[in-house]
């Protein structure tokens, strides 16, 4: 463990002075380690592994973010499982304790949405869409409208998928707070 952190301490330390390829092997290293810890993490409350992937791109990103609050005195490990921790108990929150329950087994007893609510939803969509560049507006609709993947956006506009998840993000953004701008 203690050779671990030491290597990844020197990737760390040669990236922030701007070796690019010492930053890529850092993140490739941990990826495969974070992905193992965020998996256990979710067994352990009960969740699935679909959004394994997503927790561990949200602490790489806040690795890249923060890696300027990494102090080189300190051991590396313990400042980057405290991100991974953070961002496990984040989504955690986020998902709450909620119980699922399939769409099939409550269909019928659903009542029918209103047409004129739906169409009113529609444009009101539309409209908060208009106020995003036509990338993001792009990846936002293919992802939270039309339930393409990640992956499947990424490839149809030949972009990197954390490219994708950065822009969606941003874009998500974008709209809470144009929405919360607009709200009464």
């Not at 010492?22 to 352990?44: D, F, H």
């Not at 986020?94 to 739906?118: C, H, K, S």
């Not at 990640?150 to 994708?164: D, H, N, P, Q």
Request: overall charge neutral; hydrophobic content about 45%.
């Amino acid at each position: 463990m203690l050779e671990r952190d030491r290597h990844w301490a020197l990737l760390m330390e040669a990236s922030i002075d701007g070796d690019a390829a010492s930053y890529r092997e850092l993140l490739e290293s941990l990826a495969a380690v974070l992905r193992e810890t965020v998996r256990r993490g979710c067994e352990r409350a009960r969740i699935g592994n679909s959004e394994v992937e997503d927790i561990v791109q949200e602490i790489l990103l806040a690795i890249h973010l923060k890696r300027h609050t990494w102090r080189r005195e300190d051991p590396i490990g313990a400042w980057i499982f405290a991100i991974c921790r953070n961002k496990l108990v984040d989504a955690l929150r986020r998902r709450g304790r909620r119980a699922e329950v399939a769409i099939d087994q409550l269909i019928d007893t659903l009542p029918a949405a209103e047409q004129a609510d739906a169409n009113m939803d529609a444009l009101d969509v539309g409209r908060m869409l208009e106020h995003l560049g036509p990338r993001q507006r792009e990846i936002v609709d293919a992802i939270s409208i039309a339930g393409q993947s990640v992956r499947e956006t990424a490839e149809r506009l030949k972009m990197s998928e954390g490219a994708v998840r950065v822009s969606l993000h941003r874009a998500l953004k974008a709209l809470a707070a144009l929405y919360r701008s607009k709200a009464p």
